[in-house]
Structures are given as structure tokens and as C-alpha cells.
């Protein structure tokens, strides 16, 4: 049965007086605003923080990439240098001189100053009986290949240097990496 004009009219005033009745209510109104704060809020939020989650995971990948490649740089520039440990410390010293004399008296190996960089001891004085390392960066690789094969005639000769150690310059990440592959 088909609704006259007048019927269509009545329900017409009855709707725009429901929907007036709705949005004069300010609870209503209110709830309803909350509501679609809240979900704008948790959208906005969402891709904020996926764009922030993606943004930090790829400075974390940069930032792992960097400290290896920094890593790297710094074991190449120590690709000339060997540690030696087990020498005695003493104030005011010659250290060029005792590892010169190390060299020559007992590994029989010609080092002589202009094939030496840089030699230092490792870390500050102290007044105590401590046996700091030695830095040794020579001027060629070739020069640490030759300590490094005959560093065995340090071992167990009752000398002075019997304790003395001649090891390679290396990063503790890849002291950790070769110890890893011994076993």
C-alpha cells in the first residue's frame, strides 16, 4: 500500500525533528565526536609510527653498516702493527730502543728505525711494577710477517724476554671471530 503526500510529509517532519532532537544533544554529539577523534587519532597514529618504525629500523641497518665499515678502515690501518706484552715498564724509557735491541738480540731480525712508524706503550704510566703492551706499526706488512715467524725463539730460552709475546694488532670483535673459527 503506497503512502499518500500527506503521510510522506508526516514522516518527513518526523524524521528532521528526530535528527534535530540527536544533534541537539550534547551528549550525543559529544560521544560521537570522540569517536571519530579517536579513530582519526589511531590512523594518524598508526602510519606515524609505521613511517617512524621503518625510518629508525633503516638508520639502525645504516648505522650497523657505518660501524662496519669503520671497523674495517681501522683494521686495515693496523694491518702493520703487532702487540708485544711481557716487557717490563720502566719510567722515562727508550722504548724504540728496547724493541730495536728485542729484535736484534734475540728474534736475529734487522729492524732498524726507518722501517719503524710508530712504538708506544699502551695506556698511562703507573707507579707500580706493571708490564704495559707495546705498539709496534712498522712501515710494511712485510716487516711484521717476518717478527710474527720468528717470534717462536722467544719461547723458552730462560732469557730475559722468555715471557715476551709478540701477537697481531687486532680489534677485540675480531680476536672473538678467529678464537670462534680455532675451536
Not at 560521544?31 to 633503516?58: P, Q, V, W
Not at 735491541?101 to 706503550?121: E, F, G, S, Y
Not at 706488512?141 to 694488532?169: D, M, Q
Amino acid at each position: 500500500m503506497p503512502f499518500t503526500q500527506s503521510q510522506i510529509l508526516d514522516i518527513k517532519a518526523l524524521f528532521k525533528e528526530g535528527v534535530k532532537d540527536i544533534f541537539e544533544n550534547t551528549k550525543f554529539v559529544g560521544h560521537i565526536t570522540n569517536l571519530i577523534a579517536k579513530s582519526i587519532d589511531k590512523k594518524f597514529d598508526n602510519r606515524y609510527s609505521k613511517n617512524l618504525y621503518c625510518e629508525m629500523c633503516g638508520t639502525k641497518r645504516e648505522n650497523m653498516m657505518l660501524k662496519s665499515r669503520i671497523n674495517k678502515m681501522e683494521q686495515y690501518t693496523r694491518r702493520n702493527s703487532v702487540r708485544i706484552f711481557g716487557i717490563p715498564d720502566k719510567y722515562d724509557e727508550n722504548i724504540q730502543a728496547i724493541v730495536l735491541n728485542l729484535c736484534k738480540d734475540k728474534l736475529n731480525v734487522d729492524l732498524t728505525a726507518p722501517r719503524i712508524d710508530r712504538v708506544h706503550r699502551i695506556g698511562p704510566w703507573r707507579t707500580q711494577e706493571k708490564k704495559r703492551g707495546i705498539i709496534l706499526k712498522l712501515t710494511n706488512h712485510w716487516y711484521k710477517e717476518i717478527l710474527l715467524r720468528n717470534r717462536y725463539k722467544l719461547k723458552g730460552r730462560g732469557h730475559e724476554y722468555s715471557p715476551v709475546k709478540i701477537l697481531h694488532n687486532l680489534d677485540a670483535i675480531y680476536i672473538n671471530i678467529r678464537n670462534k673459527n680455532v675451536v
